[in-house]
């Protein structure tokens, strides 16, 4: 009888395995479903009316190392193209086609270099690792993934950027484009990741196709009349500003004096009187 239990259940499970072999199934156990896609990613994706190609440029014979990473990539596209047939997922190796090879190239895939240990020496090797994404004419390209740990955000980003209709803009007031990043590296981050879903510009004047305008206070800069007046304007159109603003200015020798930067007549629009704190936000 009880060879006869064991015959049933090995039975039941090839029945299983026939049934279940035209579906591709997988269970995420792991900690905050690391292998599922976001809602917001999913809802993104929902939404794509075109077909959007997501192209991996790898080398076959990565380092060994790269290998857990390499799938954990693939893995995470197949997740894209299955949520959507509108994606179109490719697997190419650069180095077995002199085709790939010149796209690598001119879309700005590099070569890596990764040196490991083998056979007791360090062996140096060549590979490619990026992601092209294109929708239309349009590209976003990542030379290197280094981890998986934000790369779900940066496609979504990309997708999003590639295939918005509104081609949204945020424009960056009392701040220039040639900022010093070892200074500015909060500017500098801040403006990488606008970059990633925006069209992010530099500018002096606020323009009608702004979705949102962010204003510093360089503790420089001095608004005139004309410019405040810009500002309430496209405030009263219905504009999104971000402010940020100090409450006082230091000078180089660590004194203290009064902001000058005059924006204290916008603020006074909307009954803020004394600033009390460094970022104001105002839509």
Do not use: C, H
Request: net charge positive; charged share 25%; proline share 3%.
């Amino acid at each position: 009888m009880k060879k006869l239990g064991g015959v049933f259940i090995i039975g039941l499970f090839f029945l299983f395995n026939l049934l279940l072999s035209p579906f591709s199934l997988r269970m995420d156990f792991s900690k905050n479903k690391a292998y599922n896609l976001s809602s917001s990613t999913k809802k993104i994706l929902n939404k794509l009316e075109k077909p959007i190609t997501m192209k991996f440029f790898v080398s076959s014979d990565i380092p060994t190392k790269l290998i857990p990473l390499k799938n954990a990539v693939i893995d995470l596209l197949n997740e894209y193209k299955k949520q959507n047939n509108k994606v179109d997922l490719k697997i190419v190796d650069p180095k077995n086609d002199n085709k790939t090879l010149d796209e690598a190239k001119s879309v700005g895939i590099p070569e890596l270099q990764f040196s490991q240990l083998e056979k007791d020496k360090y062996a140096l090797s060549k590979v490619y690792f990026g992601i092209l994404i294109s929708y239309q004419d349009k590209k976003e390209v990542f030379s290197q993934v280094s981890d998986t740990a934000s790369l779900e955000y940066n496609l979504t980003a990309a997708i999003y950027k590639l295939s918005n209709k509104d081609n949204a803009k945020v424009e960056i007031i009392g701040q220039s484009e040639t900022f010093n990043p070892n200074t500015d590296d909060q500017l500098a981050s801040l403006t990488k990741v606008l970059r990633q879903q925006f069209e992010v510009v530099f500018t002096d004047k606020i323009s009608d196709s702004a979705k949102t305008v962010l204003i510093f206070d360089n503790n420089q800069k001095i608004y005139s009349d004309e410019e405040t007046n810009s500002i309430k304007k496209y405030l009263n159109n219905g504009g999104k500003v971000i402010f940020f603003v100090d409450g006082i200015w230091v000078e180089d020798n660590f004194t203290t004096q009064p902001t000058k930067n005059n924006l204290e007549k916008v603020f006074r629009d909307y009954g803020i009187v004394r600033l009390a704190i460094f970022l104001t936000s105002i839509s």
